[in-house]
């Protein structure tokens, strides 16, 4: 079974840090573009972070300067590092990977189930 399992979310302090982990686990030949998105209460998901096989980065203009994406591809694993925490960066924080998987040769784009930050004081 193809999965994506994410960690590190928690409550922390306003200009605190956290670092979230997805790791990819399965059948998996190879994986394309994996990224962060958020959803905060009564808006809509929006993207952070992706980040290419090739290590180009993408960020919201919300986050650039203090969330940092970077992955391991030996592990099938993202990672987004997040400084200067605001209240607004409050949200459930979603992975998200194109996978490439084999037996069937096929591509899947697969969600993890979230994991919440909370910034408040």
């Known amino acids: 079974q193809v999965q994506l399992v994410e960690s590190g979310g928690g409550l922390v302090q306003p200009g605190g840090s956290l670092r979230l982990s997805c790791a990819a686990s399965g059948c998996i030949f190879s994986i394309n573009v994996m990224g962060w998105y958020r959803q905060a209460p009564g808006k809509q998901r929006e993207l952070v972070a992706k980040?290419?096989?090739?290590?180009?980065?993408n960020y919201a203009d919300s986050v650039k300067g203090r969330f940092t994406i970077s992955r391991d591809n030996a592990k099938n694993t993202v990672y987004l590092q997040m400084n200067s925490l605001k209240p607004e960066d409050t949200a459930v924080y979603y992975c998200n990977a194109d996978l490439v998987l084999l037996h069937p040769y096929r591509n899947l784009v697969l969600w993890g189930q979230g994991t919440l930050v909370t910034v408040s004081p």
């Open positions: 980040i290419t096989s090739g290590s180009s980065t």
